[in-house]
């Protein structure tokens, strides 16, 4: 694991930039610490900018100048002490940019989560993952003491993944397009990510990491401290506010339901399920609201108009739907709610929780997914070659985590690692109608990977069951339905023209 706070400066191009107006090292180094600085002091004074500009007297330009005329110092402790009242927001103006080396996609996951953060991931369709590396734990027994057997469970666990990483690079070379061989790579890959966060984000990644069950999980916890060590040194404003935090060690809801639910009984759905939506008819409170917003009209009043101008025109509700979609923001979209719960593989997971503006409740991996339940791509199904490989390893995979696990006293947290991407998992998600419409013109394109162009066709289909949506429904869906265009340029699928002649 590697991370690197990447700064608004590349010091080594600067240093290089430098050599010929500069050519003594020395005085090239102090420099470059005091530019350094100034980096560092400049996100203090920002901070404390705007913890400043609320109360005090002058323009923002005026309480701007005043942080600048400021020690470093001064600016830490007045953005730690307004923050310690509460005031956590004055950090969101902090903005930090992370190159995060070789992490497993547990740590990707993990953070993805964090609705408030930004991420670009290297594409397990597009790269291929044979080479990657995966991380090695050490193996600590339920006690939280390291195993005596830990080296020898070490090689035993190597030599297991590298059989999954071999049987992916088969899987390939029997013709077994890339994005399909991934369903049986280890979640102990290396992933490489870019990550953006607010430094009220990152306060808060850094408690989880830190300071809850996750960090028992020594990957997690290793980021977690990695992190710490960075706002020590960057945005020294936060540390009081994270060392306050007094570690829980484990979930108090799961602590709760495990004393009266003892044995886990993990169940992955056959297909997705719209479990609730708005209670109201979900064209009406799109709609109405449209009129609400813009006339200022009561409810009752703006149904009342709503309803004349619809018997007049039979193609209104139609009509206004599309402006509202197509031609306007879309905020009243954001009116009405649905809740899913969508069963997916660990492969697809991902695609679906980077969609930030969702509630979304993605399983934790200890206690441990059932590796007994996993998705087969249909160009692996297809085979009965391929198909026995597939099976093959899943079997050998979950009879060396039993192995770890029963023979060996292993702990879960250390045992994550077992999981395969193609492994099953519910998910359940709560979604405005304008996110919604966004997953949806994007993941049922045909140029979408194959089980999330599924998975979007499932939610699209619980929607179109409900009688109250059926004008909303016509909004759903790739944009060569919708709208009749395509946006992938030389890589269109060719369906727009086809629509078109229809």
């Avoid at 500069?22 to 002091?41: G, T, V």
């Avoid at 339920?142 to 057997?149: A, F, T």
């Avoid at 593989?345 to 441990?368: K, Y």
């Amino acid at each position: 694991m590697e991370i690197k706070l990447l700064g608004a400066l590349d010091y080594q191009k600067v240093d290089k930039l430098l050599e010929e107006s500069l050519p003594n090292q020395e005085e090239r180094e102090e420099l470059l610490k005091s530019l350094k600085q100034l980096e560092k002091a400049r996100r203090s004074e920002l901070v404390a900018s705007a913890g400043r500009l609320s109360r005090a007297a002058g323009t923002v330009l005026d309480i701007v100048g005043l942080s600048e005329s400021k020690s470093f110092e001064q600016n830490v402790a007045f953005a730690n002490r307004v923050i310690s009242m509460g005031h956590d927001s004055i950090s969101d103006h902090d903005y930090c940019l992370f190159a995060i080396k070789d992490v497993s996609p547990l740590v990707e996951q993990t953070i993805i989560e964090e609705r408030f953060a930004s991420f670009t991931i290297k594409s397990r369709r597009e790269v291929d993952f044979s080479k990657v590396g995966f991380y090695v734990p050490n193996f600590y027994n339920k006690e939280g003491s390291l195993s005596p057997y830990n080296e020898v469970l070490q090689k035993k666990y190597q030599e297991h993944m590298q059989m999954l990483f071999d049987t992916y690079s088969t899987l390939k070379e029997k013709g077994i397009p890339q994005e399909d061989a991934r369903f049986v790579l280890p979640y102990c890959y290396h992933s490489n990510i870019i990550m953006g966060m607010d430094a009220h984000a990152l306060k808060d990644l850094i408690i989880k990491l830190t300071k809850t069950k996750d960090a028992n999980i020594t990957e997690l916890r290793e980021l977690g401290e990695n992190l710490y060590k960075i706002v020590e040194e960057n945005m020294p404003y936060l540390i009081s506010e994270i060392d306050k935090v007094n570690p829980k060690k484990q979930d108090p809801v799961e602590a709760y339901l495990e004393g009266i639910i003892p044995n886990k009984n993990y169940e992955v759905l056959a297909k997705t399920k719209l479990l609730n939506h708005s209670y109201k008819d979900i064209d009406d409170s799109i709609l109405i609201s449209a009129l609400m917003e813009r006339y200022q009209y009561n409810e009752e009043k703006a149904r009342t108009i709503y309803e004349m101008a619809s018997s007049v025109n039979p193609n209104f509700k139609k009509e206004l739907m599309q402006k509202i979609a197509f031609e306007s923001d879309g905020k009243e979209l954001t009116q009405v709610n649905f809740q899913f719960q969508i069963p997916l593989s660990l492969a697809i997971l991902t695609h679906l929780t980077r969609h930030r503006t969702q509630s979304i409740l993605p399983p934790d991996f200890v206690p441990n997914i059932d590796l007994e339940q996993y998705k087969v791509p249909p160009t692996i199904a297809k085979n009965p070659q391929t198909k026995e490989i597939f099976d093959t390893v899943f079997a050998l995979n979950s009879e060396m985590y039993q192995c770890f696990k029963q023979e060996y006293d292993i702990r879960e947290e250390d045992l994550v690692y077992f999981a395969l991407s193609g492994n099953t998992v519910n998910t359940i998600t709560n979604m405005d109608g304008k996110t919604l419409k966004h997953i949806l013109a994007l993941r049922e394109c045909t140029k979408a990977q194959w089980e999330t162009r599924q998975m979007a066709s499932s939610l699209h289909d619980e929607i179109r069951k409900l009688p109250t949506a059926q004008v909303f429904e016509t909004i759903l869906g790739p944009t060569c339905v919708t709208q009749g265009i395509c946006n992938e340029g030389k890589e269109c699928c060719g369906k727009v023209y086809a629509l078109s002649k229809k």
